[in-house]
């Protein structure tokens, strides 16, 4: 593997930037980018690599295995999601039915409530992978509309992505964050993040959970009894929405290990303040590459919570930024536009109040 040059090096630079141009850009402006996301992302995941001259037999394999295990267990995203399509393709009734009778009996603004708060404190302990599934089923379940589906399934994906942070389990980000803080100063331990983070992304979740069933909860009109929505997906098609998930993990792996040059190379002249805004990046990359390259114990405890959460909230603003988000997108059918829409003004707005409280919890 060739190591990352100590100096910036100009066509790597122009290249990687080209790269990340186009990333945030075309697939809002090419459709046929926007409905093939996924090998989009690999093809750019390919030429950042080859840019930055990182290839090796380590990254191959990490960007082949990544979607399929955790850790050492041979369980990952692409068994669970799989699962879970097979299981709902062949019980999808009774379950539609399920959610649809609880949600008239609770009325449709407290489920909205409970179910986003339910999902994004639940998150960190049966993982955000199984929490994805969950979403996406039972939001497929619910015979809303298509407008107010991507508005419950982007806001529920912010919630989640908050949520997951509270332990290791949660999502590699937050096993991440802890194996690089667990020596000297911080001995991160099991509880680490609770400790640090609890104040911060529970009352985020529950205001999310406020703002989901107020915003949606009061238009929507709930069906309840025997309606069944119908499940649009074939057998088909349930076991290419796996293999897409698949392919966007490793492109993912891919796109940020390309791009990471770009990341050491800057970083170091970034202020705390202005890494929390840099880390909008995670929109689009994987944050759990962005925290490996951001992350060390050298930091201070109010920098390492403000990058941390500017990570976390950056990442349900758009698709790639986090594996509910995938997972929901790919399910539901919602593309890059109909996710931005909501996604963008939605994540400014949670990253401009959290941006206002750590500056005045942390001054």
């Not at 179910?115 to 379940?141: K, W, Y």
């Not at 980000?173 to 331990?189: Q, R, W």
């Not at 290990?257 to 990341?263: A, D, I, N, T």
Request: aromatic share 10%.
């Amino acid at each position: 593997m060739e190591h990352i040059p100590k100096e910036p090096v100009l066509y790597m630079v122009a290249g990687l930037v080209a790269i990340s141009v186009a990333v945030l850009a075309l697939p809002f402006t090419v459709k046929r980018i926007e409905e093939n996301l996924e090998p989009f992302f690999l093809v750019m995941g390919v030429i950042a690599v080859s840019i930055s001259r990182l290839w090796s037999w380590e990254l191959v394999k990490e960007a082949l295995k990544a979607p399929v295990m955790i850790g050492s267990l041979y369980i990952g995203i692409f068994q669970v999601v799989l699962i879970f399509g097979l299981l709902l393709y062949y019980f999808n009734k009774p379950f539609a039915n399920a959610i649809l009778a609880l949600a008239g009996k609770l009325g449709h603004k407290t489920f909205i409530f409970l179910f986003i708060m339910l999902l994004g404190l639940i998150s960190s302990v049966i993982s955000v992978i199984v929490t994805a599934c969950i979403l996406a089923e039972v939001i497929a379940a619910l015979p809303f509309s298509k407008s107010d589906k991507v508005k419950m399934t982007v806001i529920t994906c912010f919630a989640v992505g908050l949520g997951a942070a509270l332990t290791p389990l949660g999502e590699p980000l937050s096993t991440i964050l802890v194996h690089k803080l667990v020596g000297p100063p911080y001995n991160a331990d099991f509880l680490f993040l609770l400790r640090h983070f609890g104040v911060y992304v529970v009352p985020g979740v529950i205001a999310i959970a406020v703002f989901g069933a107020a915003y949606i909860g009061g238009r929507v009109s709930m069906k309840s009894g025997t309606h069944t929505p119908e499940h649009y997906e074939t057998l088909r098609g349930t076991l290419m929405r796996a293999v897409k998930v698949y392919v966007f993990i490793a492109a993912l792996i891919l796109l940020g290990e390309g791009l990471k040059p770009l990341m050491i190379w800057y970083l170091d002249k970034i202020s705390a303040w202005g890494l929390y805004w840099i880390n909008l990046l995670s929109a689009v990359l994987d944050n759990a590459t962005l925290t490996a390259v951001e992350i060390g114990p050298t930091m201070a405890l109010s920098q390492i919570i403000s990058a941390t959460m500017a990570l976390l909230i950056a990442g349900g603003m758009l698709i790639p930024g986090n594996i509910p988000n995938i997972v929901a997108a790919g399910r539901l059918k919602i593309n890059m536009k109909e996710w931005a829409r909501i996604g963008i003004p939605l994540g400014v707005v949670i990253m401009l109040t959290y941006f206002v409280a750590l500056v005045f919890t942390q001054s």
